[in-house]
């Protein structure tokens, strides 16, 4: 009886120590997670961090892997809906236990997963994705990181851009009728008002809408000689189309939605509009550029960089993967606490940016890794979304 | 007066794609008393289907005229399988859900096909804009109202003066009856949505210049073709087609002088006032139903 009674409190004991120390011996898998559009109209997005994401860890692999592990990266398909999302966030963390979850390609996903990520406490990098309030959500700790752009500081690049490229001044803004449309409206306005200017027009056109030429035509009779564009490709293609029935020719300054297909759909129309990204494929690549561009090409059969929709996505999630590498190298362990804090230490020279650190703890605003000095002016010229530079318009710039 | 124009030429254009799709609903609906509710897919199939042949290679007329075929083999099966079954009585409803449901997966299935993007269809049509009076306006954008006018002509005189479309009428009229004199009511369904669906794959291609194609493109098309041939009377072929054509210039002009956001307040409001002062559409025939 009592050798019965001592087994079964060891055994009890043992249990109880097991459950005890379960979370602090918690140790995260290493592979990171991805949920992001895999299908439906957007799932070049979904294709984009793919790219980047599968480069990155191959050559870390090659190289022995990250505290003795190699790295596998698990997508999810979200189809641009938040709850799936979420649900997918939820797999990330709890079934695969991978060590961080990276962010896809539409904001509403990201605003939703902002609360699951911060309660369950697994580290967040978003690629694309680039509402202000995904990062800057007042929740602290904060886990939601981000390398790619921001929308307030992208409102910024674009005004300034505007300002210099601008005559007389005036300056007008033509935004698509939705969440991320209707969330930049306020920052361009407070970017313009932080110049002393004041938008002399702002439109506003839904998606699938075919003419925009009421629009155009209020622009134009607002004496606008700069129009800032914040849309997607289609709408955009119907806005130069637009321009051209009536006539009218403005400097069009976009945000980055139209670094898809615009110079397919409008052809020579598209010439000129300059579209802010965080990086670009196309033109004269540098010597590391064009390594990883021959590991994509290679492994996902593209001929062209121009079939690389969103390709600045891909040079995001290329870096987002490096940086996460150095921060779990730096905790020394697969923890996401831990990686959570070395992800403020890590410095990195990337595709995109030199990341010097790549997180600020000091200033939430710096929860996001790309600073709009690293952001770039591309522009449309026959069919090709080139670095300014290499284009006729970079001189006027 | 140069803004004016500009407005009643974009919005004749837009009209005139309405116009197109309400044409293909009346076209059901006259024969059938049931229409495919995804008539919009129609028109996506068309201009999709046409791009992916020349996509393979083939001449665009060759591949056109191989889409509005696939068009009209995809209105008969769906009528067969999706809408006979399920409009046995001129009441029943199930072929509401049914047409929808095809729709949906039609546009899944041209997404993982097709790709997400909009996509342009080349046209000499869009090459360059004409100046009319100070308004711009490209030459495809002129030819579409032109083609639903056309293609109303064309089917009332088929409804006067061809066996085929007394025969459709008649179907409409009292199937029983109509079966009675010997007229195969079945046939006439299949022909009734083969012909629809042909006329908006050719309406799709005709549209994709303008609006670029994608597997979302018919969506939209399709619902505000649909209240226009509700506006219009979903039983007289120039109804529909004068309401189409009101309906996008009304648009523009919303758009124009009131605002971008007013437009699908003002515009779907103008519908229900419509249908309360004419519950039979502005110039439609009152539909009588033997319950």
């Known amino acids: 009886m009592s050798h019965r009674f001592a087994s079964f409190t060891r055994a009890s004991v043992l249990a109880m120590a097991a459950l005890l120390a379960g979370p602090a011996f918690a140790q995260q898998e290493p592979c990171i997670g991805n949920s992001g559009p895999l299908t439906g109209a957007a799932a070049f997005g979904g294709a984009a961090v793919k790219y980047g994401a599968e480069i990155a860890i191959d050559e870390i692999n090659e190289k022995g892997g990250v505290l003795g592990k190699k790295l596998r990266l698990i997508q999810y398909d979200d189809a641009g809906a938040p709850p799936r999302g979420v649900d997918n966030t939820r797999r990330v963390a709890m079934s695969d236990k991978c060590i961080a979850i990276l962010g896809g390609y539409h904001s509403t996903v990201g605003l939703a997963q902002v609360d699951l990520v911060n309660e369950i406490g697994i580290p967040y990098i978003g690629t694309i994705a680039a509402n202000t309030k995904i990062i800057e959500n007042e929740k602290s700790p904060n886990y939601m990181f981000r390398v790619s752009a921001k929308d307030k500081w992208v409102a910024h690049f674009l005004v300034e851009q505007a300002v210099k490229a601008s005559k007389n001044g005036k300056i007008a803004f033509i935004y698509e009728n939705t969440g991320w449309g209707n969330g930049a409206f306020p920052d361009i306005k407070a970017a313009m008002k932080a110049k002393g200017k004041e938008l002399v ?4 056109f839904n998606w699938n809408d075919q003419d925009m030429s009421a629009q155009v035509i209020r622009i134009r009779d607002a004496g606008a000689d700069t129009l800032l564009i914040w849309g997607l490709d289609r709408e955009g293609n119907q806005i130069v189309r637009s321009l ?63 079939e690389l929709k969103m390709g600045s996505g891909t040079a995001n999630a290329y870096d ?78 | 007066m140069q803004t004016a124009l500009q407005y009643i030429f ?43 042949g020349i996509d393979v290679g083939l001449p665009i007329a060759l591949a056109a005229l191989l889409a509005v075929a696939a068009s009209c083999l995809f209105g008969v099966i769906l009528e067969r399988y999706a809408v006979r079954p399920f409009a046995k009585t001129p009441t029943s409803i199930g072929w509401m859900l049914t047409t929808i449901a095809v729709g949906i997966m039609l546009e899944a299935l041209v997404t993982m096909q097709f790709g997400g993007f909009s996509r342009p269809l080349p046209s000499p049509g869009v090459d360059k804009a004409l100046n009319i009076l100070g308004a711009g306006v490209y030459p ?50 299949a022909i009734s949505f083969g012909l629809a669906s042909a006329l908006g794959g050719a309406a799709g291609i005709l549209v994709a210049p303008v609006t670029q194609a994608s597997a979302q493109m018919g969506l939209i098309l399709g619902l505000k073709g649909f209240a226009v041939a509700i506006i219009g009377g979903v039983t007289s072929a120039p109804g529909v087609v004068i309401a189409g054509l009101a309906f996008g210039i009304i648009e523009k002009f919303v758009e124009g002088y009131i605002s971008t956001a007013a437009r699908e307040i003002i515009g779907f409001s103008i519908a229900i006032l419509v249908l309360l002062i004419y519950p039979q559409g502005l110039f439609g025939k009152r539909e009588v139903f033997k319950v």
């Open chain 1, 320 to 397: 987002a993967v490096y940086i996460l590498a150095k921060a779990i190298e730096k905790a020394g362990a697969y923890d996401w606490k831990k990686v959570r804090e070395a992800l403020y230490q890590v410095e990195h020279t990337g595709l995109v940016a030199n990341y010097k650190p790549a997180f600020d703890k000091a200033d939430p605003e710096r929860q996001d890794a790309i600073l709009p000095e690293y952001y770039r002016l591309t522009a449309w010229h026959d069919g090709k979304l080139l670095p300014i530079a290499q284009t006729p318009y970079g001189k006027s710039q």
């Open chain 2, 140 to 189: 495809q954008e002129l030819l579409i109202p032109a083609v639903a006018v056309a293609v109303m002509l064309g089917f009332v005189w088929m409804q006067r003066s061809t066996l085929i479309g007394r025969a459709m009428q008649a179907v409409a009229f009292d199937r029983n009856a109509a079966a009675l004199m010997g007229i195969d009511v079945n046939r006439m369904f």
């Open chain 1, 244 to 306: 051209d029935k009536v006539a009218f020719k403005p400097t069009m300054i976009a945000a980055w939605g139209l670094a898809g297909n615009l110079g397919e759909l409008a052809g020579p129309l598209a010439n000129g509009v300059r579209v802010m990204q965080t990086f670009s494929w196309l033109g004269e690549m540098d010597a590391k550029t064009k390594v990883i561009w021959e590991k994509i090409q290679k492994k996902h059969g593209l001929k062209d960089p121009t």
């Open chain 2, 10 to 52: 974009s919005g004749l254009a837009i009209g005139g794609i309405y116009a197109l799709v309400a044409l293909g609903f009346h076209i059901m609906w006259s024969t059938a008393k049931a229409v495919n509710f995804a008539h919009g897919d129609a028109l996506m199939l068309g201009a999709v289907l046409a791009i992916m």
């Open chain 1, 201 to 204: 027009a702002a439109e506003t």
